[in-house]
C-alpha cells in the first residue's frame, strides 16, 4: 500500500569514485543519519568550474534520511566528502510503500 511519506527526504550528491561513495555511504548508515545510501556507478557529469566547461566520471549517491536529520546528514556527508563543494540537493518524498516507508523511519536516528 502507497502512504503519504512527507517525513522522507532524498539528499542527491555525487563522488569521485566507488570508493569514495562507498565510504560515505557507510559513515551515514553507520551514524544512522541514512537508512540507505545507493552508489550509482559510471555516470559522467559536464559542468562549469572556475570559468571552464569539465568533464568527470563520477558515481551518484542517493541518500535516503528524514527531514529530522537532515542538517546533521549534510554536515557529515560534507565532513565526509573532498569535494571543495559536493553537490547537496535536497528532494522531498511524496509518497512511498508503507512497509519501506516504515523500515527507512526505523532504520534512522538513535539505535534501538
Sequence with gaps: M???APEIRVILSTAGSEEEGERIGRALV???????????PKIT?????????????????LIKTSAGLLEQAE??????????????????????????????IRSLGKAE
Excluded: K, T
Excluded at 553507520?30 to 550509482?40: F, G, I, P, S, T
Excluded at 557529469?45 to 549517491?61: H, N
Design 2 to 4: 502507497i502512504v503519504p
Design 30 to 40: 553507520e551514524q544512522r543519519l541514512a537508512a540507505c545510501v545507493n552508489v550509482v
Design 75 to 104: 554536515s557529515a556527508l560534507r565532513a565526509a566528502h573532498s569535494y571543495e563543494i559536493p553537490e547537496v540537493l535536497v528532494f522531498s518524498a511524496v509518497a512511498g510503500h508503507a512497509d519501506y516507508v516504515d523500515w527507512l
Design 45 to 61: 557529469s559536464v559542468y562549469r568550474w572556475e570559468g571552464r566547461i569539465e568533464r568527470a566520471s563520477e558515481v551518484l549517491l
